[in-house]
C-alpha cells in the first residue's frame, strides 16, 4: 500500500500563502484521484481538494479560487499551493486516496497574525 508524507506546513499571516507537498511511497500513475483534506481543531476531516490522474482538480467551495492542487506522477509527489490564506485555513492537511482509512501525519498549517 503506497504511504503518504506531507510537508511544507508552517505558520502564515493572513492573506500570505504556502505550498503542500505530498510525497508517496510508490507510484501514484494509477491512481485514478488524490485528495488533500484537512482537519481543524474540534472538526471532522474534510475534503478540500481532488486531483485526477489527468489533472483535473475540483475544490470545494471555501478554497475555490485561493487553493491550485496539482501532481507530478513522474515524481511521485501531489501538490497544494494555497493563497490568500484566512484564519479559518488553519489545520492539519492531509493527502490520500479517495478510498483509504490509513492517515499520515499530516502538516499544521496556521494561519494566524
Known amino acids: 500500500q503506497v504511504q503518504f508524507v506531507e510537508s511544507g506546513g508552517g505558520l502564515v499571516e493572513p492573506g500570505g500563502s504556502l505550498r503542500l507537498s505530498c510525497a508517496a511511497s510508490?507510484?501514484?500513475?494509477?491512481?485514478?484521484?488524490m485528495g488533500w483534506y484537512r482537519q481543524a481543531p474540534g472538526k471532522q476531516r474534510e475534503l478540500v481538494a481532488v486531483?485526477?490522474?489527468?489533472?483535473?482538480?475540483i475544490y470545494a467551495d471555501s478554497v475555490k479560487g485561493r487553493f491550485t492542487g496539482s501532481r507530478d506522477n513522474a515524481k511521485n509527489t501531489v501538490y497544494l499551493q494555497m493563497n490568500s490564506l484566512k484564519p479559518e485555513d488553519t489545520a492539519v492537511y492531509y493527502c490520500?486516496?479517495?478510498?483509504?482509512?490509513?492517515w499520515g501525519q499530516g502538516t499544521q498549517v496556521t494561519v494566524s497574525s
Open positions: 510508490g507510484s501514484i500513475f494509477s491512481i485514478p484521484a
Open positions: 490520500n486516496t479517495l478510498d483509504s482509512d490509513s
Open positions: 486531483i485526477t490522474s489527468g489533472g483535473i482538480a
